[in-house]
């Protein structure tokens, strides 16, 4: 069975710090590179950050760049994502999912997505 389970998701005050990982099981992580997209109330999902399988090449939106970092440790099929100097607008539901490849549409045919995990970030 396919799981991509997110954690470490909780209320943090504007400035502070989370770190959220995802863990998966049931297909080969390492063929897969790692995205995280977020969902705030009433908005569209949108992708966050990216790490590439082939290269460990790192992707962020241009609203966490220098702010959030992904990482991924294959021995434990673990996808992390840094996130510090929270902000208000960064609020809202992270998840993880897999893709061959990385890209910013959630539409783009992800394989796998987990259940999300809530951030939030109080001013």
């Known amino acids: 069975e396919v799981q991509l389970v997110e954690s470490g998701g909780g209320l943090v005050q504007a400035g502070g710090s989370l770190r959220l990982s995802c863990a998966a099981s049931?297909?080969?992580?390492?063929?897969?590179?790692m995205s995280w997209f977020r969902q705030a109330p009433g908005k569209e999902r949108e992708g966050v950050s990216c790490?590439?399988?082939?290269?460990?090449?790192?992707y962020y939106a241009d609203f966490v760049k220098g702010r959030f970092t992904v990482s991924s440790d294959n021995a434990k099929n673990t996808v992390y994502l840094q996130m510090n100097s929270l902000k208000p607008e960064d609020t809202g539901v992270y998840y993880c999912a897999a893709l061959w490849v990385c890209n910013w549409s959630p539409d783009a045919g992800y394989d796998y997505w987990g259940q999300g995990t809530q951030v939030t970030v109080s001013s």
């Open positions: 790490i590439s399988s082939s290269d460990g090449s790192t």
């Open positions: 049931g297909f080969t992580f390492a063929d897969y590179a």
